[in-house]
């Protein structure tokens, strides 16, 4: 059984490399872009992690904004404890989990939480970047997420906290069921679908 010093070590190590690999910092998620429309859906990231005992558990890399700086309750102890039992950590979501949306629309993600989420386009809902987190949500010991929409640029699609992210879904070019699945690559219980409306005629707008 894992110690919980090596638990501990092995979730920074996690953290720090998913900062180093995709050149993670506060300025640089801009994926900007409205839509022709003109109108924009709205997706809020949330969590409720408690930064001293995130903060202590998974310090951040250098030259890296501290791994929370929310104010939430939950600590790190009880948000390994919930995620180990329930598979998912109740207060870590996407808000709305679900919607419906006209094709092409621009969707505004916005993280209200307090730790860096992504907002990613994915094919199916899968594994995300960390394998730790993988392991106790039951997808193995992997640290290979799994596949992004066609179109997706994954290195933009982290948002840190108070952060925000803006993609048309005209461009995810490898879509073809109307279904929009898009996913925390770091928290992967953390999702929504965006389903395209259908016409009259039940084709896509």
Not at 55 to 64: E, H, K, L, V
Not at 97 to 122: I, M, S, Y
Not at 140 to 154: F, K, L, M, Q
Not at 166 to 190: A, K
């Amino acid at each position: 059984m894992i110690s919980s010093r090596r638990l501990l070590t092995y979730v920074a190590t996690g953290f720090t490399v998913i900062g180093l690999s995709v050149g993670v910092s506060t300025t640089a998620f801009a994926d900007q872009g409205r839509g022709d429309q003109g109108r924009v859906q709205k997706v809020r990231m949330l969590d409720d992690c408690d930064p001293k005992t995130f903060n202590a558990a998974i310090p951040a890399a250098a030259g890296q904004p501290p791994t929370c700086v929310g104010k939430g309750d939950t600590t790190f102890d009880n948000f390994v404890k919930e995620l180990t039992k329930k598979k998912r950590v109740e207060d870590w979501e996407f808000k709305p989990d679900e919607h419906k949306v006209k094709a092409g629309e621009t969707v505004l993600a916005q993280n209200r939480g307090g730790e860096t989420h992504t907002f990613t386009c994915v094919k199916q809902f899968g594994p995300g970047v960390v394998a730790f987190i993988n392991n106790l949500i039951g997808f193995g010991n992997t640290d290979i997420p799994t596949a992004a929409c066609a179109g997706e640029n994954v290195n933009a699609s982290f948002v840190p906290a108070g952060g925000q992210r803006t993609v048309n879904l005209s461009q995810f070019t490898g879509v073809t069921d109307g279904v929009y699945r898009f996913e925390c690559l770091i928290h992967p219980w953390m999702q929504t679908t965006l389903t395209v409306e259908k016409d009259n005629r039940g084709k896509n707008h």
